[in-house]
Structure formats: structure tokens, C-alpha cells
């Protein structure tokens, strides 16, 4: 009974599959789609890219007001890209969690930058001024662009 199971419900997602592929009008075909192209999408990190990230990364770890560094890579929106967090000093001892994801290149930017995004102001008492100074350098060593984006 429960082989018999197994394969009628088997039967009946790769039927579904099949109906969402054909019928681009079902409600699930956009999903569909989405998940088709996030599989196959691009894996390969050029070789600048991952040699910018990798030098971003070593300032971090080089940085007195920079807590625990990570450097990752994420595949979204069809391609394979570094993302840097850290934990920024805050007020009090406590800390700030930053995140910079890599972002393509637009008309304005030469090369590759990086984008951090604030939900509404920036918190009063972040230190502005290691932020600052972090993003000048990355500029000036890893020949790389970062900006503040506050929504």
C-alpha cells in the first residue's frame, strides 16, 4: 500500500511539472520558472571579482572596530556573487550587524561595487566614522566601490 502511494504521488507532482511547464497560464508557472532559472544560473565568480572581495575581506580582519568578518557567496538574480558581513561597533559595547552584497555594474559605476541598505535612518549611535573609513579604503586598495543605501 504504501509503494502504491509513493508512486501515485510521485505520478502526480511530475504531472503537475509537466502541466506548469506546458501551460505557461497556470498560477504556479511563474515559481516554476523562477526555480528552472535560479538552478541553472551562473556559478562561476570571475576571477576580479573574487580577487576584489578577497582583499576586501582581509581589511576587514585587519580592522579594529570590525567584529567577526565573513565573506560568502550567494547565487540570486542569475549569478554568483561575494557578499561581506561584519559586526560594527555600536554604542555601549554592543554591535551593528553590516552586510555588503555585490551588486552589477550600472552606467554610473566603473567596475564592480558593493551595496549595504539601512531600513530607515542609520542608528544614532553607529560609528559613521569606521564605515567611512572602511569604504575609502576599500576604494583606494581594492580598487572597489561601496555605498549606504537608507530606504
Known amino acids: 500500500m504504501k509503494r502504491t ?3 501515485t504521488i510521485g505520478a502526480l507532482v511530475a504531472a503537475a511539472g509537466t502541466c506548469w511547464v506546458l501551460n505557461p497560464l497556470h498560477p504556479v508557472a511563474p515559481l ?3 526555480l528552472v532559472s535560479e538552478s541553472t544560473a551562473q556559478t562561476e565568480v570571475p576571477t576580479a571579482l573574487r580577487q576584489r572581495a578577497d582583499c576586501m575581506y582581509d581589511l576587514l580582519k585587519s580592522t579594529p572596530s570590525v567584529n567577526e568578518p565573513k565573506l560568502t557567496y550567494v547565487t540570486r538574480e542569475g549569478w554568483t556573487h ?3 558581513s ?3 561597533r555600536y554604542s555601549q559595547g ?3 550587524p553590516m552586510r555588503f552584497e555585490a551588486q552589477k555594474v550600472r552606467i554610473d559605476h566603473h567596475g564592480v561595487w558593493f551595496l549595504t541598505t539601512f531600513d530607515g535612518p542609520i542608528p544614532p549611535d553607529l560609528d559613521v566614522t569606521s564605515l ?3 569604504m575609502k579604503t576599500w ?3 581594492c ?3 561601496a555605498e549606504v543605501d537608507i530606504n
Open 5 to 7: 502511494t509513493a508512486v
Open 32 to 34: 516554476y520558472r523562477q
Open 82 to 84: 561575494p557578499v561581506l
Open 86 to 88: 561584519y559586526r560594527a
Open 94 to 96: 554592543r554591535s551593528y
Open 132 to 134: 567611512n573609513s572602511i
Open 139 to 141: 576604494k583606494a586598495r
Open 143 to 145: 580598487d572597489v566601490g
